[in-house]
């Protein structure tokens, strides 16, 4: 497999990363995955946008580069049509210490994986060793700091499960390990807002542009759900149990017409 | 200057990590920063029990490697007596998602520098883009999840200060950007508990043992203080002024004997 490392295309295991980058020593940095259908990359738009104002917080330039030229090189190299892509950027290299250099040369690097199988409906539980933090700009960026989502998922294993949902730092849900979540109530899908600690996903903002109403969810609410999902990028995937307990399944064809509007066959 | 990495010596800009590791792609991994004085690797036990605490945690392999050794060597290589060493561990390459590998192969990098001049007193703000997340067990690892500190120190640099402040969710004050923070009260210092969100810092924990006490600290309190300082495993710092407000001047002596115990010249 072939990537991209600021603007060459390489064999993956040539593509090697200096050992001063901050991406590297302190997590400095942000990144995308999207899903690529019949050659097109989907809401292409949104994940580039979200990708710059992470940055532009954060103070990282980004590159100059055609992005979506460089996207799509790795798509022809690989000769990948229904595929998924990364995109990293990291602020490069630096000097010691937590305050970054004043004229940061990033780090860009894009990977590509073929269409994987959809995720199978997923047992969850309540992650209870992390929290989000709603508190951090953070959990409104999709920054590499990722451990507390790695803590969540390995919980999520040692308890027989396959997802983890984190609640925020008042106990009420955010999201899980890697996807928003959506509540089935009274008939409509319920996600928590932005401001509870969920990331704004680009597939979460297109199920709410098509109706879902954005608002605090406790965990309790979750047992009385007419049928709960995770929304990711990559997909959809039904929610089966949460901590043991069976959720009901979605209603009919409500999952199916949303795949279906959202990743058109 | 050269590196360790995964035991072999070699160039710095020789020392490549590869693109696929979770360290560079998801925060993957943890890093201890000490101090060396006459060649003597200060409170050497401290920093690998620590190292060893989180990677248990986070379930990444410390490798089998005679750590001490590794860093000696380090050291030697370049010459070094007065200075400070890095070692950074990493769950190492992983396919793509969350869910670490059940063998993760790790990577080891350790990197030095010359001893640097102290650094000034400093003048502080408290972060008010940003929070620590006490309710998170990465507040007690001193993991690769660093945007937080570098968000709230760029914070402190666009208000004219050199460090900042964090305060925890609950809105009390949790440590500096890099440091701890201890307080002086009635003669005595106080400096907040772990489970406030401060690191379990190396050198926090040798003033602890000498005395200070831990407690919760309201940021209201840091306007009455008799003092503050902020501590690291490279040296204390004293406080000049928090949000434009001056702090009085330490009394006298109690940071030069602290410093003096604890880096012995």
Redesign the interface.
């Given at each position: 497999m072939m990537?991209s490392?600021n603007g060459s295309l390489l064999p993956?295991?040539e593509?090697?990363?200096?050992?001063?980058?901050r991406?590297?020593?302190?997590?400095?940095g942000l990144?995308e995955t999207m899903c690529v259908r019949h050659g097109s990359i989907l809401r292409l738009d949104a994940h580039l946008e979200r990708l710059r104002r992470g940055a532009g917080f954060?103070?990282i330039p980004v590159p100059a580069d055609d992005l979506p030229s460089l996207l799509g090189d790795v798509l022809s190299v690989n000769g990948l049509v229904e595929a998924s892509l990364?995109l990293?950027l990291?602020r490069g290299r630096g000097p010691?210490?937590?305050?970054?250099p004043a004229a940061p040369s990033p780090t860009l690097?894009i990977?590509s994986?073929p269409k994987a199988a959809p995720l199978p409906p997923a047992h969850c539980v309540i992650a209870t060793?992390?929290?989000r933090?709603e508190?951090?700009?953070?959990s409104r960026i999709k920054?590499?700091?990722?451990?507390?989502?790695?803590?969540a998922?390995?919980e999520a294993?040692s308890r027989g499960g396959d997802e983890a949902i984190l609640l925020n730092?008042a106990g009420r849900v955010a999201e899980a390990?890697?996807a928003n979540i959506f509540v089935v109530e009274d008939g409509k899908l319920v996600t928590p807002p932005i401001s509870e600690g969920a990331l704004p996903g680009v597939t979460r903002a297109a199920i709410v542009a098509r109706g879902a109403v954005e608002r605090s969810v406790a965990p309790a609410e979750l047992s009385h759900a007419q049928g709960i999902f995770l929304s990711s990028s990559l997909g959809l995937r039904e929610v089966l149990s949460i901590d043991g307990l069976a959720v009901p399944a979605m209603p009919a064809d409500v999952l199916t017409e949303l795949s279906g509007a959202l990743w058109p066959e």
């Open positions: 990537v490392l993956a295991d593509a090697r990363i200096a050992s001063t980058d991406g590297f020593l302190l997590g400095d990144f954060l103070g990364r990293t990291t010691r210490g937590v305050l970054p690097l990977t994986a060793t992390t929290r933090n508190h951090s700009p953070l920054s590499l700091n990722y451990l507390d989502a790695i803590i998922r390995q294993a730092g390990s890697a």
